[in-house]
């Protein structure tokens, strides 16, 4: 398959970054394919690479309560599923490329896929042979990571005000 | 003040710079001076600037509720309090130079303190002029973004732990 820069030139990761500095990502993208089903990537997992949706779409899946919840029921409802498809040029997996992580969910394919895969050395190699590729695109990644940041701390100012406001009933 | 570029050093998000690079810093560092009580960093206003510790001891203070909670009991006990001095070459407010957001702690001045202050413009200005050292400090801003965002993730499943087995028992 010819490789095509358009899906890298919409997604947040790649923004401001030029034609040929994206034909540069492209180069250390490597095609991978997945079947219906299939874990894409599992939580808890120590993760290397990054994926860009070419074709197909996946189902992101979070946990919110903790391992060793002996109750499967409880443990089910206390998931988040979010589906990412290619029409929104979707990037999972990136933080991957800053540090070697667990994965912070899992990842399963909804359809048959087509990803670009791109691991950390590779990137890491690029971004150290370019500054100015390195530093745009790490821009670029600061500000995704630095957005998921505040939602988080949101989401834990509002749990612990739900908390709060059931323990001062009970 | 003979400007000094060994608090620099220490810090997490300078690491790997070499002393050229520090120096370059230094030059866009502004000394600042606060009195015991002053609010250096309010929650909630747009912050385009981050501080480094020179001298004193500073108080983080994180709101754990949402606003608009009409009880200032509850609302006091759930504040979380970190200090922080000198001797931890500390830095606060690293966020803003990657974005203008609103401030998601309060700090104050526990002690009279002296401070670098370094602003988003003249960061990004750096940065752009040498890419080289945008790319090492963003890489070294984006694992500490990473690693908070993970303890943020932590932190919500814990607490949505709780809530769930309050909620079971109830």
Known sequence: MEKDISPLQGTELFKKLSPEQITKVLHICRTVHFFENDIIMKEGEIGDRMYIILKGTVE???RLIMDGIDDDEVAEKNKVFTRL???QHSVFGEIALLQE???TATVRAVTDCTLYEISKNDFLTL???DFEFGYRILLNMAGIVS???RKADE???KLTTVLS???KES
């Open 60 to 62: 992101i899946i979070k």
């Open 85 to 87: 498809d290619a029409d």
């Open 101 to 103: 992580f667990k994965r």
């Open 147 to 149: 957005a998921r940041l």
């Open 127 to 129: 971004a150290e042979s």
């Open 165 to 167: 406001m059931i323990l």
């Open 155 to 157: 989401d834990t100012i």
